[in-house]
T-cell receptor
Framework: EDKVVQSPLSLVVHEGDTVTLNCSYE??????LLWYKQEKKAPTFLFML????IEKKSGRLSSILDKKELFSILNITATQTGDSAVYLC????????FGAGTRLTVKP | DAMVIQNPRYQVTQFGKPVTLSCSQT?????MYWYQQKSSQAPKLLFH???????NEADTPDNFQSRRPNTSFCFLDIRSPGLGDAAMYLC?????????????FGDGTRLSIL
């Protein structure tokens, strides 16, 4: 059975802190790993990772994939209150398998 | 702007009364997905269409059906909604078969059962 496990499940930080969110997986037929940010509506796409060791960056967010150890991390530097959301990790195995998400709360 | 549009945003139905949720897309993506997301849980895939080919998840209840009359539209039919079917229903699209492409989500329909 395919598994996608995110940790921590919830996290509370203060503005300016740096956070690291984790996603580990055990799947067959791995195609890619994706990170989404979900606020009150539908998930919005952040990153898609297919190759090990290549960091993807977008502003204060960055992510990297380790296909040998089967995990990915999502880093957010200099957090802002607008970063408060649930961050979903999903693995594309021809279908999408989502993790349970990490609820990030950034306090002023 | 190209997008995935779900209607209605909020739907209320009675226990056992059939309900249909709709999804349309202007992205011309060939794959469309329906997810169920309950409170504080990750989205759960119900089924997807790869072009006209319907792919049902093994644990999707028979109560849930789908139709895709053309590339742009996809419908989710719940034949006899129960209280446990109250959830957010998300439609997503992607380009299948051309490398690895992310899914694009609509804003969702929140379904309540009375």
């Amino acid at each position: 059975e395919d598994k996608v496990v995110q940790s921590p499940l919830s996290l509370v930080v203060h503005e300016g802190d740096t956070v690291t969110l984790n996603c580990s997986y055990e799947v067959t037929n791995f195609r890619s790993l994706l990170w989404y940010k979900q606020e009150k509506k539908a998930p919005t796409f952040l990153f898609m990772l297919t190759s090990s060791g290549i960091e993807k960056k977008s502003g204060r967010l960055s992510s990297i994939l380790d296909k040998k150890e089967l995990f990915s991390i999502l880093n957010i530097t200099a957090t802002q209150t607008g970063d408060s959301a649930v961050y979903l990790c999903a693995v594309d195995v021809n279908d999408m398998r989502f993790g349970a998400g990490t609820r990030l709360t950034v306090k002023p | 702007d190209a997008m995935v549009i779900q209607n209605p945003r909020y739907q209320v139905t009675q226990f056992g009364k059939p309900v249909t949720l709709s999804c349309s897309q202007t992205l011309n993506h060939n794959v469309m997905y329906w997810y169920q997301q309950k409170s504080s849980q990750a989205p759960k895939l119900l089924f997807h269409y790869y072009d006209k080919d319907f792919n049902n998840e093994a644990d999707t209840p028979d109560n849930f059906q789908s139709r895709r009359p053309n590339t742009s539209f996809c419908f989710l039919d719940i034949r006899s909604p129960g209280l446990g079917d109250a959830a957010m229903y998300l439609c997503a699209t992607s380009i299948g078969g051309i490398g690895n492409q992310p899914q694009h989500f609509g804003d969702g329909t929140r379904l309540s059962i009375l």
